[in-house]
């Protein structure tokens, strides 16, 4: 089959790659580019932990073609720490225990930023309502909720 | 037609680890040329944080920091033998046989340091910092970085021990049936409270209360953590999950994630955890297995819950819409 080819940022880099036509963004970023951080775990946009932002939006990336992706400004979770520094969400995650197995958490966390990047502030049920497109085994939620509530606090003292 | 509140409550024994042929765990511990302790297991962390909890084990053990040990559960193929983590065991089994092997490491290392210090083993204590000291002369001190580089370059010596943890196996009296399969029991209590719409079946669960007496909390945060996950899980189990929701019948199961429930963010009942700690005589350093025990007391006391705020019995799992309707009109029928 004849393959395409595809450029975008990814996390602030530039990638180009030839792809069979047909190959979803999470294939392409994990086994093509060797960002791990996006998890297959249902493969039918069920459980959220592919979730990446793509131009600012929050996507499944299973069920995101890559060629559509052409041009796109991607992040994920391998981007978030910035020379070394972990970033407030990921921080927050440790702190509060709200990472057990860790399957879901780079799309918790995806989720997470997604919500933040429109609202800073956001109320419990918002983030509720933010996280509600991801499956979580082991924590029973409520610590990722206190993690991201946590993190939206810290960044609010940052900036004040 | 109204919406009906029940409360319910469960209480449970849960044994820690399993009786069937013997419930042994093997581990090795050595040190490195440079004094980092590594443990070798074939047991393995499930995300519920063994690999921490052995890391503190043999730490306390040997008397180093923490951060000297490493966890080595890479290859059940080539690692000492574990039966497995499951039946709440790890801790348990693998604690006791990492304290062994931790142990006799020790002994060894204590050798080497009297040798350079030429005391005697027995007048040496740890402080815990990476240091061996003399008994009440603790300027005369040796650090474990230079004890294992003497065992290894000088005295050729391996700091290192064997652990084997046993539980036999307990056979029933033949004229009672009556056996031994646990020697070390948890505890849990819960009381859930629900509203349950008796026109559509549906049941919010209001609030889960769960004590859980569980031996020492090695690291009690990590505990708190397996526990409110643990009790959501066991919400779910109550009122959710299944595979088979006809079973015997197998028409209508669901096929992937899409058909299996689970509640989501937004149907978290209000927990609260409270824990015991009742060290274990038989555990390492008291402690017990709260395991898969954290989501079981939840699943009775929903199901007294929902015969308390509409009076039907369900007693298979799920506790389903469909039950509790096909119930009340057995009930009203009846």
Redesign the interface.
Known sequence: MAKVPVQFTLNGSEKAEFIESGTTLLHALRDKIGDTSPKG??H?G??GACSVIIDGELRLSCLTLAETCDGADIRTTAGLAEGGVLHPLQRAFLDA?AT???FCTPGMIMAAKALLDRTPNPSREE???A??GN?C?????????QAVLTAARADSQNAA | MAIRRGRGVAAINYPTGMNLGGDPTQALVHSTPTGNFMVTLSSVDLGQGMKQIMAQICAETIGVPTDRVIIDTADTDTGPHCMGTFASRGTHRAGNAVIQAAKEARQVMLEVAAEELEVNASDLETDGQGNILVKGAPQKSISIFDVALSAHFKRGRSISGRGMFLIPRSYPEKETGAMKPSTCYAHACTVAEVEVDDETGEVTVLSVKNVFEIGRALNPKMVEQQLVGGSWMGISHALYETTEPYYPNRDHGGTDFNQYLMPGPGDLAETEIIVLERPSADGPFGAKGPGEMCANPQIPAVANAVFDAVGVRIDTLPITPERILRALKAQAAG
Request: charged fraction near 10%; include cysteine; hydrophobic fraction near 30%.
């Open positions: 775990g249902c039918q069920t459980c225990f057990q197995c860790g983030v509720v309502e996280l509600s499956i085994r082991c924590t029973g939620y409520e610590p990722i909720i």
